[in-house]
């Protein structure tokens, strides 16, 4: 299965929200509640942001929110902190019991 | 606290094998759903399988018939088995520990780098 897609860069000035899209199929993003968001700084480890299409792990701050329309999810991040400039990749069950993530976003925080 | 460490990176020849291993504290390898995610220098997240509680694993296609997920219960380790390997495969390989209902990746290792070049 390929990758579900992202836009490549995202940005906003500190304060503002950014909103990443990602973009699947009927087959994975649409087929099930089971996408997950996660955070990336350079030569670190992902991090969980969310989890179910909504849901937030302990300690994850609630300027991070989740949603999912038809075959696209999106990632709002409200109120950017320098610290959110960092890679951004979906991921979603894609049945079968495989897992595919995003392509992955550039957030820069002007 | 749960911590993954991997470790078994190194450079490899074309055709040659290697085999990553993933130390668990602070969780059971063995009950849980355990995944190994590959990121290709400057590129993104791809998933390369999966071994569930119960002990079924499961791959992407382009690794099939060519890697294998395994675990010891005694040693809380996860083992990624990788053998016919290619330039593609150059990645930083990390191990993750899931949730065992939803596939969301919580728990992370930080990494362990597998060159392939002549």
């Known amino acids: 299965q390929s990758a579900l897609t992202q836009p490549p860069s995202a940005s906003g000035s500190p304060g503002q929200s950014v909103t990443i899209s990602c973009t699947g199929s009927s087959t994975d993003v649409g087929g099930f509640k089971f996408v997950s968001w996660y955070q990336q700084h350079p030569g670190k480890a992902p991090k969980l942001l969310i989890y179910e299409v909504t849901k937030r792990p302990s300690g994850v701050p609630d300027r991070f929110s989740g949603s999912k329309s038809a075959n696209t999810a999106s990632l709002t991040v409200s109120g950017l902190q320098a610290e959110d400039e960092a890679d951004y990749y979906c991921?979603?069950?894609?049945?079968?019991?495989?897992?595919?993530f995003g392509t992955g976003t550039r957030v820069s925080v002007l | 606290d749960v911590q993954l460490v991997e470790s078994g990176g190194a450079l490899v020849q074309p055709g040659g094998s290697l085999r990553l291993s993933c130390s668990a504290s602070g969780f059971s390898v063995s009950t849980s759903y355990m995944s190994w995610v590959r990121q290709a220098p400057g590129k993104g997240l791809e998933w390369v399988s999966f071994?569930?509680?119960?002990?079924?694993?499961y791959y992407a296609d382009f690794v099939k018939g060519r890697f294998t997920i395994s675990r010891d219960r005694s040693e809380n380790t996860l083992f990624l088995q990788m053998s016919n390997l290619r330039a593609e495969d150059t990645a930083v390989y990390y191990c993750?520990?899931?949730?065992?209902?939803?596939?969301?990746?919580?728990?992370w290792g930080q990494g362990t780098l597998v060159t392939v070049s002549s």
């Open positions: 991921g979603s069950y894609g049945g079968n019991d495989n897992f595919i």
């Open positions: 993750a520990g899931l949730y065992n209902t939803n596939w969301a990746h919580p728990w």
């Open positions: 071994i569930y509680g119960g002990g079924t694993r």
